[in-house]
């Protein structure tokens, strides 16, 4: 079936440093991918998705190239922020079978330190 | 934007009762809502998808005995879980799609459910 593996956490950065959060999909299909947010006591929050191969993503910073020869969606930001503290996930899914079900990453757990 | 608020927010029954937890999507029409339960370890496992005019489908380990859920509008959607035990605690999330063809869940800030 479908999955997505991503970095194994915890991540620690100095503020100012740059972040980069290893993300791997395999399905046989034609997924989109995104990449979520998840802030302490809240669910996760859409960061930015990637419908097509070949093109890139980008909200408040980060951004992901959606890589389908690498199936890879590697998420990166070249200047961390304390605020940036957060659980990501990376997750796909595949509309093409009738199912839109999200599959998530274990999750990436990034912590700033100021 | 697309708003989903989920109720309560926290909850504490004691084993082998039940709760209810409710969400609720503001701003947009839910026309599908996936309900996944986020372990202390902070993994994904979904419960169910439920598209509004079609049947409920349930993944394996979960079932309609055990998470009953409703979807009678495109704002609402509820799910019960029943005869609660320890294995059963964890943070609930709604995920609410927009449309038919639109991959995108817009989540809900979760319902923890502590178990007793």
């Known amino acids: 079936g479908d999955s997505v593996t991503q970095t194994e956490g915890p991540v620690t950065l100095s503020e100012g440093t740059s972040l980069t959060v290893n993300c791997s999909y395999e399905t046989k299909q034609y997924p989109t991918l995104f990449w979520y947010v998840q802030y302490p006591g809240e669910g996760p929050q859409l960061l930015f998705k990637v419908p097509k191969a070949n093109e890139k993503g980008s909200n408040r910073g980060f951004e992901a190239t959606y890589n389908k020869e690498a199936t890879s969606f590697h998420l990166q930001k070249a200047s961390v922020q304390e605020s940036d503290s957060a659980v990501y996930y990376c997750a796909l899914s595949d509309g093409s079978s009738g199912s839109w079900q999200l599959i998530f990453g274990s999750g990436t757990q990034l912590t700033v330190m100021p | 934007g697309a708003l989903v608020y989920q109720y309560p927010r926290r909850t504490i029954c004691k084993s082998g009762t039940s709760m209810r937890m409710e969400c609720q999507a503001v701003?947009?029409?839910?026309?599908?809502v996936a309900w996944y339960r986020q372990s202390p370890q902070k993994t994904f496992e979904l419960i169910a998808l439920s598209t509004v005019n079609s049947a409920i489908k349930y993944e394996q380990n979960f079932t309609q005995e055990k998470f009953p859920i409703s979807h009678p509008n495109l704002s609402f959607s509820s799910m019960t879980v029943l005869n609660a035990y320890l294995e059963d605690r964890g943070l609930y999330l709604c995920?609410?799609?927009?449309?038919?063809?639109?991959?995108?869940?817009?989540f809900g800030p979760g319902t923890r459910l502590l178990v007793l």
């Open positions: 701003g947009f029409q839910a026309t599908s």
């Open positions: 995920g609410a799609r927009v449309g038919i063809n639109q991959d995108t869940q817009y």
